[in-house]
């Protein structure tokens, strides 16, 4: 009987191989849909060439596209390819983050896992596993072991399109220029963007909203755009220094290509397909990983009132760091960054990464005793590590540089990478000096190396000139919040600074990949027209100033989204306006849910977040040069409850420009459901705390 079944056994393998084989055939066009049936991605092995293609309700986001990868020692997956096996799945899951834009986070997809085998030279197969949600798709591409893809694997090109048509509006940064992520977004027409880096940002002619990114970057070299024909995007992956792209072996997969898609503009900061596409916490207890709000000497720096070296006033001294510490204690502040306290500052610190020294302090700062005084004071030391892009430098001193902050009780350490794209230092194996860019996999490994031992010792790192985000704050929730663009600093001397603009650009663009530490808060919007302390630390031009009005400074807190935000203005501005330094106070910075209610990219935006603390509600929303009236429409409150709106707004005569301070400050009983218009001004925002009545 059992050498029966085994016959019957091998005769169904026989026909199950045999329906394998027949599949080519059958399946040239395969379809997944999102779980609400509106998003399509049809997948083909047409003409022997690996492609998908994007449809939202019928119409196209993305047409026909190739898949594929090429190696540089090893027979690639680019043509003579036939889709031989196809595997699908389903999930709906709720997860929960130990902090974030909201509590609970709903995984509702269908997959779709397809072997593409090739059909000439030797035998091999890639999967590309798809994963289509309702609010956009992401696949990535899966190399198991096998012969012909034995040893080290270089991939020397990702032959990844994204066919997004030519007309298609464009909103992105540059990819390819010198000061990283750090540009104003530009805009215009797909077809006449030569390179952009993710997210990039784009609204088809039929109107709908989409974006394109990757998530889970891990061990692989970021993504960027690159045009391939006008209209068509390639991946473009950044290389090793007189290397490959991608130095792997397999089995391996790629990180997710993402696309979110939406009908309107707000519902890309409402999805959640970027993390849902990264691996839960590996983590464990992250309950030390530490949200919350700080101070810090550091716009003092950028509007050089203080130096970061001793060659000016130097700002990182003992005392004025237990004056900080005083402020914070005084006004509720968890933790106190000061910048400049190592030995490495002085003089040309920008190009001098080999001198940093991460466990030795400067003179004039004794660190055990501030970390002492702000512990005493219920406030915590924030560390920082500017490595000048010294990556060498700073992973042979990193370990010992965590152990002293453990010891000292510091929770969270600023990492930063000042350096030219393509400039960060890497001494290789033979002791030559090698140039990498930051968004190279060299770096990629370098990130995680320092968020896995920073959490060794519950350390959470807010990493500046990093590599884009692209999710792993779920994977390892201690990477709390990273720059990644043009932060509050350009405001001090970025000529141009900061248009009004840019932080409703932000809200669609920078913000889709996660947390940023933009620093905002200044409350002396002309920073630059002050006399100079020293005629040898003269002022920026008085150009550098944020153009915003004092609400809209206030309204960046609940609008650019970030587990930990800075207070970032000197303490003496916020105590010559204790009315509007209220907000800051009160608002809270890690959120049970996030709605973006309104918006157009690049014009104006309008969210409101729950507090987790408090279940209050906050609401904030910018405009860009336009003055604007916003209808807006209470239904996040609990319906039928009253709440009492503590409202921050423009005047009536608020400019950026001519009128900055103007601010209406009052209250009001509402309801949930109720209609609440808002005034922007030009350059204008504003910003609204909810308090339920009990
Ligand atoms: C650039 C960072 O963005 C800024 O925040 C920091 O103050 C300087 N580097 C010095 O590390």
Redesign the pocket.
């Known amino acids: 009987m059992r050498r029966y079944r085994n016959i019957l056994a091998a005769f169904a393998a026989v026909l199950w191989a045999a329906w394998a084989l027949a599949a080519p055939a059958r399946a040239e066009s395969l379809v997944l849909t999102s779980p609400d049936g509106r998003i399509a991605i049809t997948i083909s092995d047409a003409g022997g060439e690996a492609s998908y293609e994007v449809a939202f309700e019928g119409r196209p986001v993305i047409a026909r596209s190739r898949l594929g990868l090429l190696f540089a020692a090893h027979h690639g997956f680019e043509r003579d390819l036939a889709i031989t096996a196809a595997a699908r799945a389903s999930r709906d899951d709720t997860w929960e983050q130990p902090w974030g834009e909201r509590r609970q986070v709903r995984d509702r997809h269908n997959e779709l896992a397809v072997t593409f085998s090739a059909t000439t030279g030797p035998a091999r197969s890639m999967v590309v596993r798809f994963r289509a949600f309702d609010d956009g798709i992401g696949f990535r591409y899966e190399l198991g072991a096998q012969a012909a893809l034995a040893g080290e694997l270089a991939i020397v090109e990702e032959l990844t399109q994204f066919a997004v048509g030519e007309t298609t509006q464009m909103w992105y940064t540059p990819s390819d220029e010198f000061n990283r992520y750090e540009y104003l977004t530009r805009t215009g027409a797909a077809g006449k963007v030569d390179d952009a880096h993710t997210p990039a940002t784009f609204r088809n002619g039929d109107g709908i909203y989409f974006s394109i990114h990757e998530a889970a970057l891990v061990d692989y070299s970021a993504m960027s755009l690159g045009a391939l024909r006008p209209g068509t995007f390639e991946a473009r992956l950044r290389n090793w220094s007189g290397g490959p792209k991608v130095i792997t072996r397999a089995p391996f997969h790629s990180p997710w290509r993402t696309i979110q898609i939406a009908p309107a503009a707000v519902g890309l900061i409402n999805s959640d397909l970027i993390l849902n596409l990264n691996e839960p916490n590996k983590l464990g207890d992250v309950s030390w990983v530490e949200p919350g709000k700080y101070v810090g000497i ?1 716009w003092a ?2 509007i050089r009132d203080r130096t ?1 070296g001793r060659e000016g006033i130097h700002g990182a001294t003992t005392d004025e760091a237990k004056r900080y510490i005083d402020f914070a204690a005084r006004h509720g502040f968890a933790g106190v960054l000061v ?1 400049g306290w190592n030995i490495g500052w002085d003089g040309d610190w920008f190009n001098n990464g080999d001198l940093f020294r991460f466990t030795e302090a400067m003179p004039d700062f004794d660190l055990e005793e501030v970390a002492r005084y702000a512990l005493a004071k219920g406030v915590r030391l924030i560390g ?1 590590h ?1 490595t000048s892009a010294n990556i060498t430098n700073y992973e042979n001193q990193m370990e010992a540089a965590f152990d002293l902050y453990q010891r000292l009780g510091v929770r969270q350490v ?1 990492t ?1 990478y ?1 350096a030219d794209a393509g400039d960060v230092v890497r001494i290789d194996a033979k002791g030559i000096r090698r140039y990498e860019w930051h968004d190279s996999q060299f770096m990629v490994r370098h990130h995680l190396k320092v968020v896995e031992e920073a959490a060794r010792r519950q350390i959470s790192i807010n990493a ?2 990093p590599v884009k985000d692209t999710g792993l704050r779920r994977t390892y929730p201690n990477w709390i919040s990273r ?1 990644g663009a043009r ?1 509050m ?1 350009f405001n001090a001397w970025g000529t141009p600074p900061n248009p009004p603009e840019h932080e409703a650009m932000l809200a669609f663009t920078r913000m889709l990949a996660g947390p940023m530490d933009f ?1 905002p808060g200044i409350f002396d919007l002309r920073p630059n027209e002050r006399p100079p302390l020293r005629p040898d630390m003269p002022r920026s031009d008085p150009s550098n100033r944020p153009q915003t009005t004092l609400a809209k400074q206030l309204a960046l807190y609940v609008v650019l989204y970030s587990p930990i935000q800075m207070a970032a203005d000197l303490p003496e501005n916020y105590e010559a306006r204790p009315d509007a330094f209220q907000f800051i106070k009160d608002v809270e910075t890690d959120w049970e849910q996030s709605i973006a209610l309104a918006g157009e990219i690049g014009d104006y935006v309008a969210i409101a977040r729950q507090g987790r603390k408090s279940k209050e509600w906050f609401l904030g929303a910018v405009s860009d040069e336009e003055a604007r009236d916003l209808a807006l429409t209470l239904s996040f409150l609990e319906p039928g409850r009253q709440y009492r709106a503590q409202i921050y707004r423009d005047g009536a005569d608020a400019d950026w420009d001519t009128n900055p301070y103007a601010m209406v400050i009052e209250e009001k009983l509402v309801t949930g459901g109720d209609a609440f218009a808002l005034r922007l001004a030009p350059g204008g925002g504003a910003a609204v705390r909810f308090i339920p009545v009990t």
């Open positions: 550091w720096m950028h970061w910048e920082h500017e600023k930063g000042v500046h000139e720059e932060g600093e620093t």
